[in-house]
Structure formats: C-alpha cells, structure tokens
C-alpha cells in the first residue's frame, strides 16, 4: 500500500493532535492536583485558626486568661485606663503628623515618595527605629496613600 504526500501529512497531524491533547489532559491533572493540594491546605489552615479560637474561648470563658497576668485586680484596672490614654495620646500624635504632611503635600512641597524616602534613609540619630517605623505604617495606610494621590493627581510631581 503507498502513501500519498498528503495522506502522510494527514496522518502526522492527527498523531500531533493526539499528542498536543495527551499532554493537555496530563497538565490539567496536574493543575487539579496542586488545587487540590492548595485547597486541602487551605482547609487544614483555617480548621487549626478554628480550634486555636475555640481554645482561646474556652480559656477565656474559664478565666485562665485573666488570672496569671496582673498582680491584683487594682493593678488591671490601672493597667486598663492607662492604656486608653496612652491609645487616644498616639491617636492625636498620629493626627498630627499626618496633617502636617497633608498641607505639605497641598503646598506641592513633598510627595509620598518624599515622605517614605525620608522615613527609610538619612541620618539614624533623628529618631529611633521603632519610631519611623511607625510614622511608616502610618504613612502606608490606605487612607493617607489615597490622600497623597489625590493631591498628587495619582503620580509623582515634576520638579
């Protein structure tokens, strides 16, 4: 029996299509393998965030959570006001460093860019790491980003 030119070409490109959907069925076994995998894992994660919170609760509902850390219960109440004050102090702190950036910011004086550069580099003795970092997570929040842009126009200012 012989073949034509074009009943071997045929025959070669049926065997590719065979090949080219063999190895689409093995790769989509494998995509639903691995999401599988990731949902099993996912599963497994938030099962563990379950019991860890219900082992909290539980903690709690039984009173060991509040038993060992306070000397008294003079010295919890104490420990409570303070930390309101010292919460509604960092809140007026915050308020003002981000109105001062904020008239910066409209005078066209600094951008964001500015303000992150200045917070990363420059002289270490300005100020404490633990402070810029958090004059950092300050200035990244969504809200104070989205003011940036606003004054900014969503890009960084041409000098």
């Known amino acids: 029996m012989k073949i034509?030119?074009?009943q071997l070409k045929?025959?070669?490109r049926e065997?590719?299509?065979r090949e080219g959907e063999a190895i689409k069925k093995v790769r989509g076994d494998y995509k639903s393998?691995?999401?599988r995998n990731k949902q099993d894992f996912d599963r497994d994660l938030e099962d563990a965030e379950k019991e860890d919170l219900e082992t909290r609760q539980k903690e709690r509902n039984e009173g060991k959570?509040?038993?060992e850390p306070f000397s008294s219960p003079e010295a919890k109440k104490i420990m409570d006001q303070s930390l309101r004050e010292y919460a509604k102090i960092l809140r007026k702190a915050q308020y003002k460093v981000v109105?001062?950036?904020m008239t910066k910011a409209k005078a066209g004086v600094i951008d964001f860019f500015d303000v992150s550069n200045g917070l990363?580099?420059?002289d270490m003795s300005r100020a404490h790491p633990y402070e810029t970092d958090f004059l950092r997570s300050v200035l990244?929040?969504?809200k104070i980003i989205d003011r940036f842009r606003s004054y900014t126009g969503g890009r960084k200012r041409r000098r």
């Open 4 to 6: 034509t030119k074009s």
């Open 15 to 17: 065997e590719l299509l």
């Open 65 to 67: 959570l509040n038993e």
């Open 140 to 142: 990244t929040k969504d």
């Open 120 to 122: 990363k580099k420059g």
């Open 10 to 12: 045929e025959m070669i």
């Open 33 to 35: 393998d691995r999401e």
């Open 99 to 101: 109105k001062d950036w």
